[in-house]
């Protein structure tokens, strides 16, 4: 079925989208060694080539 193909793509991007974002956010928190000052303001913005998708999320998190 290619709705269930489709699905499980998604879900397998998604996902990888994810855990490489918190591993990014972590070592930069780490690195610039943030922990404990604040908050965070962040920013993610999904484009699809070829398309006029653009999708933006922003939100906070709080590294106290």
Known sequence: ???E???LSLRR???EVGISS???IERV???QDLS???KLHVRMVLTAEGTDLRH???GVI???
């Open 5 to 7: 193909k489709f699905n």
């Open 22 to 24: 918190q591993q990014e």
């Open 13 to 15: 991007f998604l996902k």
């Open 56 to 58: 933006q999320v922003d």
């Open 62 to 64: 709080d590294l106290g």
């Open 29 to 31: 928190v780490r690195e």
């Open 1 to 3: 079925m290619e709705n």
């Open 36 to 38: 404990g000052n604040g």
